[in-house]
């Protein structure tokens, strides 16, 4: 596996076009598909940059406004999908859909504390505490890319990276 450090124009390149291909295709609900965002970035990296990074699942907590922790929770029976890449004893995470956590929030009656950039690529442990990611396991990996239909999502693919070659 390369263990190269992107330049932050490219990763950004690579963010935008994957969100502005799931707002053309989803609209507000474009949120709801995290699994298929880590999918779909998975695949463009491979494609664009042959980079593997791992499609992880698991539990998303965030702070809300009064500093209780809320979110999607594997022991509540939901999940959320990211992507991860170790690189030497760091491990770098890329989460595509994190532009979408304010629209979620408000759809679960939570106010976050201190929302999410457009979209998260970076080492964990350069996080923001406000925001917790963790590794749900072999199960939940497995049934978050399950849930995922090759002919449904590989257009997305073919759509992004359409839109990388042609803005440069």
């Not at 330049?7 to 507000?28: L, M, R």
């Not at 970035?41 to 965030?62: F, M, N, P």
């Not at 990611?133 to 939940?140: E, I, N, R, S």
């Amino acid at each position: 596996m390369k263990s190269v450090s992107l330049e932050p124009k490219t990763k950004a390149a690579i963010a935008t076009a994957i969100q502005q291909v799931f707002a053309d295709e989803y609209g507000d609900v474009a949120g709801t598909y995290c699994a298929v965002y880590a999918w779909v970035g998975q695949r463009v990296i491979k494609e664009a940059l042959g980079l593997d990074y791992k499609l992880t699942a698991g539990s998303l907590s965030l702070l809300d406004s009064e500093g209780e922790r809320f979110g999607f929770l594997v022991e509540q029976g939901n999940y959320h999908a990211w992507l991860t890449r170790a690189m030497g004893h760091r491990t770098e995470l890329v989460d595509f859909s994190s532009i979408h956590w304010p629209w979620l929030c408000e759809q679960t009656g939570y106010e976050i504390r201190s929302s999410g950039p457009r979209f998260i690529w970076t080492f964990q442990d350069e996080l923001n505490p406000d925001w917790e990611w963790a590794d749900g396991g072999a199960f939940v990996e497995k049934f978050a890319i399950e849930g995922i239909n090759e002919l449904f999502a590989q257009p997305l693919v073919a759509k992004v990276l359409a839109r990388l070659s042609t803005s440069g």
